[in-house]
């Protein structure tokens, strides 16, 4: 079993800054990829960024190509996005996801098996 804890989200104004982090515990050194991925009220979950667990590799969504950076702690098994510039449509709940799926598209959500209960950011006018 997986377990994934979000922290960091709030409230800040447009510009801002704000990170959020993942905490990773239970069987995960089966990761083959770390996502985050936010839904706003009324709207669709979408995805955010991903990092491929053994390369580094990372993707981000258009809309926040240049303002978002994911990172790792391996030794920490932690996965953090740095939200910079932020804009009120930001405004979300964040959420952290555990892909084991080696070649999984990792830019999708049905990639991922296992989910953090999610994180408010809130990014006021």
């Known amino acids: 079993q997986v377990t994934l804890v979000e922290s960091g989200g709030g409230l800040v104004q447009a510009g801002g800054s704000l990170r959020v982090s993942c905490a990773t515990s239970?069987?995960?050194?089966?990761?083959?990829?770390m996502g985050w991925f936010r839904q706003a009220p009324g709207k669709e979950r979408e995805f955010v960024a991903a990092?491929?667990?053994?390369?580094?590799?990372?993707y981000y969504a258009d809309s926040v190509k240049g303002r978002f950076t994911i990172s790792r702690d391996n030794a920490k098994n932690t996965v953090y996005l740095q939200m910079n510039s932020l804009k009120p449509e930001d405004t979300a709940v964040y959420s952290c996801?555990?892909?084991?799926?080696?070649?999984?598209?990792?830019?999708?959500?049905?990639?991922?098996?296992?989910w953090g209960q999610g994180t408010q950011v809130t990014v006021s006018s």
């Open positions: 239970g069987r995960t050194f089966s990761t083959y990829a």
């Open positions: 996801a555990l892909s084991p799926r080696l070649g999984s598209l990792i830019t999708r959500s049905g990639a991922y098996d296992y």
């Open positions: 990092i491929n667990w053994s390369s580094g590799s990372k």
